[in-house]
C-alpha cells in the first residue's frame, strides 16, 4: 500500500514538474529563462543534497543492521552452547537420581539386615540390653557381653551414618546439579528475550532503510525531472539566441546593402565632394548579437589490581541476598545478571551495555589468569563481577538470588577490564 502511493506520488511529481518545463518553454526572453533555468539548477542541487544526506543516512541505518545481525550470531551461539550445557546437566542429574535409588537401597538392606540381628536375639523372649547383662554368670560374662552389645551398637551406629553420608553426597551432588540447570536455563530465557528484542529491532531497521530507499527513489525521480528540466531549457536558450543571430545578420545585410546603394550614388554624382562619398562609403557598421554567459547563480554542495577495581567489586558484595528479577536493574530491588553488572558500574559512572551479549564486547578484553577485582567474567548468556581468590559475585537465579560463587563453575567465554 505504501509503495503504490509512492508510485503515484512519484508520478505526480514528474507530472508537475513536465508542466514546469512547458510554462518555462512559453518564456518569450533569453534573460527570462536563464532566471527560469538558474532557479531549476537551485532546485536540482537542492535535491542532489537531499539524496546526498538520505543516502548517508541509509548507510548508517545498513551499519547498524549489520552491528545486529552480528550481535544475532553471537547470541544464537551462546544459546547453542547453553542447550549443550543444559542437556549435560540433565543427564547428569538422571545419573544422580539412579545413585540415589542405589544408595536407597543399600539402606533398606542393611535396616533388613539390623531387623533380622535384633529378631535373633530377642525371638525367644523381650530382652533388653540391660537384661542381657543381669544373665551374665560372672563379672567376666558381663565384660563379654557388654563389649559384644558396645560392638554391635557401634557397628549398626558405623552403617546408619555410611549410609546417611552417602545418601547426603548424592542429594548435595543433585542439587548442586539441579541449582545449575536452574542457572542454566535462566540465562537460555534471557538470550532468548534478548533475540527477541534484536529481531524486533532488525525488523524496525530494515522498514526504516526501505522508508529511506523509497524518499532516495522519490529525490532522484525529482533530480531527473530537474535535469530534464534545465536541458528543456538549454535548448529553449540556444534556440532563442540562434533566432537573435539570425535577425542580427539579416539586420547587418539590410544595412550594408542600404550602404552600397548610398555609396553607388554618391559615386553617380559628380558633383558632391568625394571626401564625404568616401568617408560613406568606406565606414561600417558591425551589430554584435546578446551573448550574455550562463550565470545560473548554481553552487556545488559539498594490571594488578586497582583500587577502583577493588571498591567496585566491594560495592557489587553489599547486594548480595536480594532478588534475581529478569528485565530487572535495580540492585536492591531485583536485577537479572546484565543489570546487576550495568547497575554496579553505573554507580561508578561508567556506562555498560544492556545485554550480556553486548558486554561481551565492553572494555578490553584479558585472559582469565590476569582477571582482577572489578573485572566482568563473561559466560554463554550470563555475566559476573569478579572479586578475587578464583570468585565471583552474580544475579544468578530466580531462587538464589545475588550470590557468591566460584568464577569457573562455567566454561568462561571472555574476561573484560572496563576500570584500567
Known amino acids: 500500500m505504501i509503495n503504490r502511493f509512492i508510485r503515484k506520488y512519484n508520478l505526480l511529481i514528474i507530472f508537475i514538474l513536465c508542466m514546469t518545463i512547458s510554462v518555462t518553454a512559453s518564456a518569450t526572453t533569453i ?9 531549476t539548477q537551485k532546485q536540482l542541487d537542492a535535491a542532489n543534497d537531499e539524496i546526498d544526506e538520505l543516502t548517508d543516512v541509509r548507510k548508517g541505518i545498513t551499519d547498524e543492521i549489520q552491528q545486529i545481525d552480528d550481535e544475532l550470531v553471537e547470541v544464537m551461539a551462546s544459546i547453542s552452547i547453553l542447550e549443550d550445557e543444559i542437556k549435560d546437566i540433565e543427564e547428569a542429574i538422571e545419573v544422580k537420581k539412579v545413585e540415589l535409588v542405589e544408595a536407597q537401597k543399600v539402606m533398606d538392606d542393611q535396616y533388613e539386615a539390623m531387623k533380622a540381628r535384633i529378631k535373633f536375639m530377642y525371638e525367644k523372649g523381650d530382652y533388653t540390653y540391660m537384661q542381657l547383662l543381669w544373665e551374665a554368670e560372672s563379672m567376666g560374662d558381663v565384660i563379654n557381653k557388654a563389649d559384644y552389645i558396645e560392638k554391635l551398637y557401634a557397628y549398626d551406629r558405623q552403617k546408619l551414618q555410611e549410609y546417611i553420608a552417602a545418601k547426603e553426597a548424592v542429594e548435595q551432588a543433585k542439587a548442586n546439579l539441579e541449582e545449575q540447570q536452574e542457572e542454566l536455563e535462566t540465562a537460555h530465557y534471557e538470550l532468548e528475550l534478548e533475540q527477541e528484542d534484536l529481531n524486533n529491532l532488525m525488523a524496525e531497521k530494515k522498514e526504516e532503510a526501505e522508508d529511506y530507499d523509497n ?7 525529482e533530480a531527473a525531472a530537474y535535469k530534464a528540466q534545465i536541458k528543456q531549457q538549454n535548448n529553449q536558450i540556444k534556440k532563442l539566441e540562434e533566432e537573435a543571430r539570425k535577425k542580427a545578420e539579416e539586420e547587418a545585410r539590410k544595412k550594408k546593402e542600404a550602404e552600397e546603394a548610398a555609396k553607388a550614388a554618391a559615386a553617380a554624382n559628380a558633383e558632391t565632394v568625394e571626401s564625404e562619398g568616401n ?16 550565470s545560473n547563480g548554481s553552487t556545488i554542495s559539498s594490571a594488578t589490581g586497582s583500587a577502583k577495581g577493588k571498591e567496585i567489586a566491594n560495592f557489587a558484595c553489599q547486594f548480595i541476598g536480594n532478588p534475581y528479577v529478569a528485565g530487572g536493574t535495580s540492585l536492591t ?6 543489570g546487576f553488572t550495568m547497575s554496579v558500574y553505573q554507580n561508578f559512572g561508567y556506562s555498560l551495555p ?4 553486548s558486554q561481551r564486547s565492553a572494555g578490553v578484553g584479558v585472559t ?3 582477571a582482577q577485582p572489578g ?20 544475579a544468578s537465579t530466580p531462587s538464589s538470588g545475588i550470590k557468591i560463587g566460584s568464577a569457573t563453575y562455567r566454561e568462561i567465554l571472555t574476561v573484560r577490564r572496563i576500570v584500567q
Not at 534573460?31 to 532557479?39: S, T, Y
Not at 568617408?279 to 550562463?294: F, L, P
Not at 530491588?333 to 546484565?338: I, P, V
Not at 544492556?354 to 551479549?357: A, G, I, L, V
Open 31 to 39: 534573460d527570462e529563462l536563464k532566471k527560469q533555468q538558474n532557479d
Open 215 to 221: 524518499q532516495i527513489a522519490k529525490a532522484k525521480q
Open 279 to 294: 568617408e560613406n562609403s568606406e565606414s561600417s557598421a558591425e551589430t554584435s548579437s546578446n551573448s550574455s554567459g550562463n
Open 333 to 338: 530491588n531485583g536485577a537479572d545478571c546484565s
Open 354 to 357: 544492556r545485554s550480556s551479549t
Open 368 to 370: 582469565y589468569a590476569e
Open 375 to 394: 573485572d566482568i567474567i563473561c559466560y554463554a548468556g550470563h555475566v559476573a563481577i569478579y572479586i578475587g581468590n578464583g570468585q565471583i559475585v552474580h
